[in-house]
């Protein structure tokens, strides 16, 4: 008895040392590669990458304009004028002299860890394709964030020759339809706002707040801890991670493990219904993308080995979907995404996890692999890489390694194009172009 009892103290201790809060910040993660499922990343034996496209959300930045309005700076004004004694507050005393990372007039600007880690992704890019030819260009959307870090891609990438590369800005308009980098907000049926303000969100969010905000209101009971507040204090953990290296507020003494898989999932609520599988818009704004790299790649006498485009965050979860990937619902025989996101409990088991899908530098790329591989015929094989690691297709995965032969995924392409492919009448905009045509 005593024996499996110290097992039990052990494995207790261990899951909790291994937590890592950074792991599960949703779309504030700073960049990290998951390695879910745990496949090689390298090319399976006996094939070479002869292609690939990326497309890269921007690296960290000091605050997103919502999550600063709506939650941060309320917090931080709350706290300023608060009368409380933080010294004695136990997990919150960090608070007596604690000041904020970011500051308004950073609000959407790089922080210097994002440009590097942007630098140290063209590093990883260009050694992962050393035998390919160099791209002559690189695509950015205009935000001043997306260009920062395309361009710290590009220096990372030649080795600070970043004349080597051109760099493309892409309007981010409302009359580019699907022809742009920012399909979103060319699409009148687009809402940002929409999953934010869902009640489903809300109500979550309230179920979790609720036992947190009893126990902190015991160690500072003058300062009336709020929904919202949590809601910060999970958030600066991030963005003060991405501006200083480190935060307090990541600490497991302030948030338990079982917590901030509750604010996670919170979010994963609000991506769902944003641009995940929650919104049937959501496929039909990352097709054009998905159609226009597949023509590249499949295209022999094509300008370039590989294509690398930077955008927003909202674009890589609705190619994601577009691609039928982090579907809950793959392999139940029902196709109803929605049950598989209840608002009231969490569904530990779902495939849909921002902190994966969306985190800063996010990265989703289409390679094309020449193989020779025993047991499988020789030829072109594709295969999906989600931050570096292979993500198979549930419905192509005829190759080695998990990939796609060539015929395949061109046929589920196709396939996905006759279900998605209709980005006009989706939008409400029959007139806007459907199509993405940077790559031609």
Excluded at 176 to 182: K, Y
Excluded at 277 to 300: E, F, I, M, N, Q
Excluded at 318 to 342: C, E, R
Excluded at 424 to 436: F, K, Q, R, S
């Amino acid at each position: 008895m005593r024996s499996n009892l110290l097992l039990s103290s052990f494995a207790l201790a261990t899951n909790a040392a291994s937590f890592n809060p950074l792991h599960h910040l949703a779309g504030i993660a700073p960049t990290w590669k998951p390695h879910n499922p745990p496949l090689d990343t390298k090319p399976p034996a006996g094939c070479n990458a002869t292609k690939a496209a990326y497309l890269v959300r921007h690296a960290a930045i000091y605050g997103n304009d919502f999550d600063y309005d709506t939650y941060i700076e309320p917090f931080v004004e709350k706290l300023a004028q608060s009368a409380q004694d933080w010294t004695a507050a136990d997990s919150l005393s960090f608070l007596a002299d604690w000041t904020p990372p970011n500051e308004e007039a950073h609000m959407e600007e790089i922080t210097r860890v994002g440009t590097n880690e942007a630098i140290t992704l063209g590093v990883e890019v260009q050694e992962r394709y050393a035998d390919l030819k160099p791209p002559a260009k690189v695509w950015a959307s205009s935000a001043d964030r997306t260009v920062r870090s395309a361009d710290g891609f590009i220096t990372g990438f030649t080795n600070n020759h970043r004349e080597e590369i051109d760099l493309e800005t892409v309007p981010e308009e409302e009359n580019t339809g699907a022809n742009s980098l920012t399909p979103y907000k060319a699409c009148p049926a687009y809402s940002s706002s929409y999953g934010s303000d869902q009640s489903i969100t809300q109500t979550y969010q309230k179920v979790y707040t609720r036992p947190i905000i009893e126990r902190l209101r015991k160690l500072a009971p003058s300062f009336n801890f709020t929904r919202t507040d949590i809601v910060a204090m999970f958030e600066l953990c991030g963005y003060e991670t991405v501006i200083r290296g480190d935060s307090p507020f990541c600490s497991l003494d302030l948030f338990t493990p079982a917590e901030w898989l509750s604010f996670e999932y919170g979010n994963d609520l609000m991506y769902f219904h944003n641009t995940g599988y929650g919104r049937p818009l959501s496929p039909r704004l990352g097709y054009p993308w998905v159609r226009a790299v597949t023509d590249a790649l499949a295209d022999g006498s094509s300008a370039q080995d590989l294509y690398v485009s930077f955008t927003h965050r909202e674009v890589p979860p609705v190619i994601a979907t577009a691609l039928g990937l982090y579907n809950n619902s793959d392999f139940s025989g029902a196709n109803n995404p929605n049950l598989t996101m209840p608002s009231d409990r969490i569904n530990y088991h779902r495939a849909w996890k921002s902190s994966e899908i969306l985190p800063f530098l996010t990265h989703i790329a289409i390679e094309k692999m020449e193989c020779g591989a025993e047991g499988y015929h020789d030829g072109d094989y594709y295969r999906v890489l989600v931050n570096s690691s292979p993500q198979p297709l549930t419905e192509c995965r005829d190759g080695p390694g998990e990939s796609c032969s060539a015929g395949e995924f061109l046929r589920f392409v196709d396939e996905r194009g006759a279900q998605f492919g209709d980005f006009g009448v989706a939008c409400g905009d029959l007139d806007a172009p459907g199509n993405l045509t940077l790559y031609e």
